[in-house]
């Protein structure tokens, strides 16, 4: 299978606190990762796409410099949220997409199990 | 721009009964199809998807979805409900022309009655 894990899964911090969120793929390599972010109810808005050894393309209206990404190798992207505010709280999924394989399967993007963050 | 429409935030069915979903996507070049579920405080897992040749996916649990490039639909089906396929249900597109974005639905809540 292709899995995709994040962490930590539940975060609590202060405003004003920087968070690092990691995503990894365990068993495949990733080129390809995306953030995406949810709020209750609701359904999944992309954040940014992050590309192994490149900047990340971010979303219009995502703050490039409020969530930093970097994606230094082919199985780990991590996003920080910067000065982290209440407004920040949400659950945020990261995805990865293989670098190689069947072309039937190289669109699947692969999702990790959330990281819920709570802004105090 | 590509867009997905999922009719019905909600859907209730009972225990045994069919499950349908619906979704509907808007493109004139027919897009890569996917639908993932997901359960509380959960990522994504992947149900099915339609990329390329026959129109109906046979997915995981018993799911299946039938690509109607007619009707631009992606509609998924369980025969029998079960109360474990009480979740959030999205339905997603990646153009067939470009890149990598996906670009999701707004989701359809199913609960089983038992």
């Known amino acids: 299978g292709a899995v995709v894990s994040q962490h930590p899964s539940w975060v609590i911090c202060k405003s004003g606190t920087s968070v690092k969120i990691e995503c990894r793929s365990l068993d495949f390599q990733a080129t390809t990762m995306f953030w995406y972010r949810q709020f209750p109810k609701q359904s999944l808005m992309l954040m940014a796409t992050s590309n192994e050894g490149s900047k990340a393309t971010y979303e219009q209206g995502v703050e490039k410099d409020k969530f930093l990404i970097n994606h230094a190798s082919l199985t780990l992207s991590t996003l920080t949220v910067t000065s982290a505010h209440p407004e920040d709280s949400s659950f945020y999924i990261c995805?990865?997409?293989?670098?190689?394989?069947?072309?039937?399967?190289?669109?699947?993007?692969?999702f990790g199990p959330g990281t819920r963050l709570l802004v105090l | 721009a590509q867009s997905v429409t999922q009719l019905g935030s909600h859907v209730s069915v009972s225990e045994g009964a069919l499950v349908l979903l619906r979704c509907n996507y808007s493109?004139?070049?027919?897009?890569?199809l996917f639908w993932y579920v997901q359960y509380p405080n959960q990522g994504l897992q992947l149900l099915l998807k339609?990329?390329?040749?026959?129109?109906l996916v046979k997915g995981i649990n018993g799911f299946e979805a039938e690509f109607k490039k007619s009707e631009t639909s992606f509609h998924l089906t369980k025969p029998s409900a079960h109360m474990s396929d009480a979740a959030e249900y999205f339905c997603a597109v990646i153009p067939n022309n470009a890149g990598n974005m996906l670009t999701f639905g707004g989701g359809t809540r199913l609960m089983v009655k038992p």
């Open positions: 339609y990329t390329t040749g026959a129109t």
């Open positions: 995805s990865a997409k293989r670098t190689s394989g069947r072309l039937l399967s190289a669109e699947t993007q692969y």
């Open positions: 493109s004139s070049v027919p897009p890569y």
